[in-house]
């Protein structure tokens, strides 16, 4: 290194003991507030679990573990009002259908994400590069309920037309084909 660029390069004297303390006491509201706020959010996520855990109690009380490996849901409540005694819920259809769809959209995010990461990496003109990481970062910071929302409005109705057909709710009467399905899950995760 020449003698002038050593002499350009600005060096930050260390600071004395009393501005570190001064600069402490300015920090120390801030400090004692995201102290509190985190004692209070997991105050909140251990009050969830506590009523959910609490207001699961009769069910696993009354069915025991069948109430995971049971199929009986009754979807509409129907028999649930007419026969005060009966307790149909059982949640494997529901475990399995979560495990399908989340499945399903990790398999298809795997192959569009790897895809455009290498797009975006190795093959995407420069010019192209910074609007689809823009992109990207624009659809990562969208909440998840937004795309819940997306997916009921406009996705589930074009299933629906796509699909289902006049003589697939004659031949499964018991069916409600409404567009809400497993695909429309995948694709919408």
Do not use: N, Y
């Not at 109690?57 to 069915?63: D, G, L, M, Q, R």
């Not at 629906?160 to 009467?173: E, G, I």
Request: hydrophobic share 55%; net charge neutral; glycine share 8%.
């Amino acid at each position: 290194m020449s003698q002038t660029a050593a002499t350009t390069v600005a060096v930050r004297r260390p600071q004395s003991i009393v501005e570190d303390a001064a600069s402490l006491d300015r920090d120390r509201p801030i400090r004692l507030l995201l102290a509190a706020a985190t004692v209070f959010s997991g105050g909140v996520v251990l009050l969830i679990v506590f009523f959910v855990v609490r207001s699961a109690i009769p069910v696993f009380a009354h069915e025991g573990l069948s109430f995971l490996t049971g199929t009986d849901w009754d979807r509409a409540l129907e028999r649930a009002w007419v026969e005060p005694t009966f307790w149909g819920f059982g949640a494997r259809p529901v475990i399995i259908g979560t495990l399908l769809t989340t499945g399903g959209a990790l398999a298809t995010t795997l192959v569009l994400g790897l895809g455009c990461a290498v797009f975006l990496a190795e093959l995407a003109p420069q010019r192209l590069v910074g609007p689809f990481q823009a992109l990207v970062r624009l659809l990562a910071g969208i909440p998840s309920v937004v795309f819940g929302l997306i997916g009921l409005t406009f996705f589930v109705p074009i299933l629906q037309q796509a699909f289902v057909t006049d003589a697939l709710t004659v031949k499964f009467p018991d069916v409600p084909l409404d567009g809400q399905s497993l695909m429309a899950g995948v694709i919408v995760l």
